[in-house]
């Protein structure tokens, strides 16, 4: 019996909203399964994983909308993945480690499978998956730092022979600030 899984990823905007409010309802909604706030044009990227095409569909046309009527989400742009089941984001930290940031990656030509293999060989890359939408490949990066992270974009992700283009967005974490004195 083939594999019927869908996967996807959800580009969200919120607006004038709580981006980290926005990312924990998102978070508790049946098939996502993470949820990370964004610097960059996106407010949150959020993994998505459903067993079938009808709860998929009741993921984005019911769950998902009723966000965005409420006012709590203001655009939803979905990324299909092309092989759900090769994520390995499943049992990911929802607050990952500093320097961690998703890589969105534009290929020259040809089939992303070789470029995927060769980015999941780097050790910081948790995640690389083909998708359907405006890029090739979104990879998900853990870093120690935002310094090992610039050091592998640049040495090791860029250098590619196959990739065009990147466009890293950051993983914005909530730090508790300090009292004032």
């Known amino acids: 019996m083939p594999d019927d899984r869908i996967a996807g990823y959800l580009l969200v905007d919120v607006g004038q909203g709580d981006v980290q409010a926005a990312a924990a309802r998102l978070r508790d909604l049946d098939g996502v399964v993470l949820a990370h706030p964004l610097l960059g044009p996106n407010d949150i990227i959020a993994y998505v994983e459903s067993p079938d095409w009808e709860r998929f569909d009741a993921l984005l ?22 092989l759900p089941h090769e ?9 990952p480690p500093r320097g961690s940031a998703w890589v969105f990656v534009d290929l020259d030509t040809g089939e992303p499978d070789a470029v995927i ?16 939408g405006a890029c090739d490949i979104i990879a998900y990066l853990e870093c120690g730092d935002w310094a090992e992270l610039r050091d592998v974009l640049d040495t090791q992700v860029r250098t590619l022979p196959e990739v065009v283009r990147t ?15």
């Open 61 to 82: 046309n019911g769950q998902l909308r009723e966000l965005t009527t409420s006012g709590t989400l203001r655009r939803v742009e979905t990324r299909l993945a092309l």
């Open 87 to 95: 994520s390995g984001l499943a049992n990911r930290a929802q607050t």
């Open 117 to 132: 293999r060769k980015l999941k060989a780097i050790d910081v890359v948790v995640s690389a998956q083909a998708v359907i």
């Open 167 to 181: 466009d890293t967005r950051l993983v914005l974490m909530r730090r508790a600030r300090a009292a004032p004195r």
